[in-house]
């Protein structure tokens, strides 16, 4: 499955950061990792301490799947408003939710300060304006009961965006929880660090087969090697589905761009993160050496080779979108890319084990909060794998 097509910024700016062999003996280890992009490299990450020998595995190089292609926007809010998740979890679960997708902002930050050399990561807020006058009602009902449980988060009505952020909408949430960070050398660093501990990445290493059996796992790779553990981590990203017998999300296409470097006096309030209300929607956000990243124009599809013009027709319109908003930035475009998108039932991730696959646990974190849902997967993972209970577990489990 080709997770990307044309030129994420990410790799393009950061190339090939570490070499890692290809599998060349039978292993026998106490947990395996399949997939080595954040989800995997952030589990990998917690497991070095516990006194467990752990090692990754992946088919491409470590972050060269859909992690390359991630626009790494660090928010609490998921895609399913908290109003509406309340429907679908109830709103004490809906709520604990929210909670722990804010706590795994502050845990990135901690884990990035304690990586050497220190990783760079920002804190900065984010705002969600109302796209549509109609939107405003359901937008002000978010912003009460977020208010009501805690959230430092203040109402923007239209004169305050026009005056703060300098575009016109007639209502939105500024939330003061939220972050940036690149995930591609966050993976890289993360998994840096997990080989430090005397554990192992390997690179070009597809697993054709798993074969699950009540005493462990077996994975059998090319040239009939054969890696036995006694637990097994699936954090493969959207190529996991193949692994779970029923249904449990849908795969859409985004497009995102980042355009040529600009002066800072183009750029908004606190280099918020900012997104809209409507439905695909468009979102933007500062990123390294004075660029703007724009994503958004979803297709509910994703085919395996998506044609560059249509790439370059949805640049096209991204570009436009942005600059009918933010009228004074010229903006020019100068890499453009599309990536595999997962959304779920309640916009929640997947987290836990299955019946069908004894020993093996999953990491999903599918969604538009990819990277604070593996947070939370490698710490409730953490325990699950040492046969410790964790309370957040079923918020996440695959039969809710």
């Given at each position: 499955m080709n997770l990307y097509e044309q030129h994420p910024y990410w790799l393009m700016k950061d190339g090939m950061v570490a070499q890692y062999p290809s599998l060349d003996k039978d292993l026998s280890i106490d947990v395996a990792i399949m997939g080595a992009g954040i989800s995997a490299a952030l589990t990998a990450w917690h497991l070095r301490d516990v006194g467990l020998s752990a090692a990754v595995f992946d088919r491409r190089h470590v972050g060269m799947g859909s992690t390359s292609a991630s626009t790494a926007f660090l928010q609490y809010e998921i895609d399913t408003p908290l109003t509406e998740l309340s429907n679908y979890v109830g709103e004490t679960n809906a709520v604990k939710s929210y909670q722990l997708c804010r706590k795994a902002i502050y845990d990135i930050e901690h884990l990035c300060?304690?990586?050497?050399?220190?990783?760079?990561?920002?804190?900065?807020?984010?705002?969600?304006?109302?796209?549509?006058?109609?939107?405003?009602?359901?937008?002000?009902?978010?912003?009460?009961?977020?208010?009501?449980?805690?959230?430092?988060?203040?109402?923007?009505?239209?004169?305050?965006?026009?005056?703060?952020?300098?575009?016109?909408?007639?209502?939105?949430?500024?939330?003061?929880?939220?972050?940036?960070?690149?995930a591609y050398l966050l993976t890289h660093a993360l998994l840096n660090d997990f080989c430090k501990k005397g554990n192992q990445v390997f690179n070009n290493t597809p697993v054709k087969h798993i074969e699950n059996t009540r005493q462990g796992v077996t994975l059998h790779m090319n040239d009939d090697l054969k890696v036995r553990a006694k637990k097994l981590v699936i954090a493969a990203g959207y190529e996991s589905l193949q692994y779970v017998p029923k249904k449990i999300a849908d795969i859409h296409s985004t497009y995102a761009l980042v355009s040529e470097p600009l002066p800072d006096k183009y750029f908004w309030h606190q280099n918020s993160l900012i997104w809209e209300t409507a439905t695909p929607y468009m979102y933007f956000r500062v990123v390294s050496e004075n660029r703007i990243l724009i994503g958004g124009r979803d297709d509910p599809y994703h085919h395996p080779h998506i044609k560059p013009s249509i790439i370059t027709?949805?640049?096209?319109?991204?570009?436009?979108?942005?600059?009918?908003?933010?009228?004074?930035?010229?903006?020019?475009?100068?890499?453009?890319?599309?990536?595999?998108?997962?959304?779920?039932?309640?916009?929640?991730?997947?987290?836990?084990?299955?019946?069908?696959?004894?020993?093996?646990?999953?990491?999903?974190?599918?969604?538009?909060?990819?990277?604070?849902?593996s947070i939370i997967a490698a710490e409730i993972l953490q325990d699950l794998i040492q046969g410790k209970k964790n309370e957040n577990a079923k918020l996440f489990e695959f039969n809710r």
């Open positions: 300060k304690t990586l050497k050399p220190t990783f760079d990561f920002h804190l900065v807020p984010s705002l969600q304006y109302a796209s549509f006058k109609t939107h405003t009602d359901k937008l002000k009902q978010e912003y009460e009961l977020r208010k009501k449980h805690g959230f430092e988060i203040d109402w923007l009505e239209k004169a305050d965006i026009k005056k703060t952020f300098g575009f016109e909408a007639p209502g939105a949430v500024f939330s003061k929880d939220g972050g940036e960070v690149d027709k949805k640049t096209k319109q991204l570009q436009h979108a942005f600059m009918k908003k933010m009228t004074h930035v010229p903006l020019k475009p100068d890499f453009s890319w599309v990536g595999a998108f997962a959304t779920t039932k309640d916009g929640l991730p997947y987290i836990g084990a299955i019946p069908e696959r004894p020993n093996t646990y999953f990491a999903l974190g599918f969604g538009g909060n990819g990277i604070t849902f």
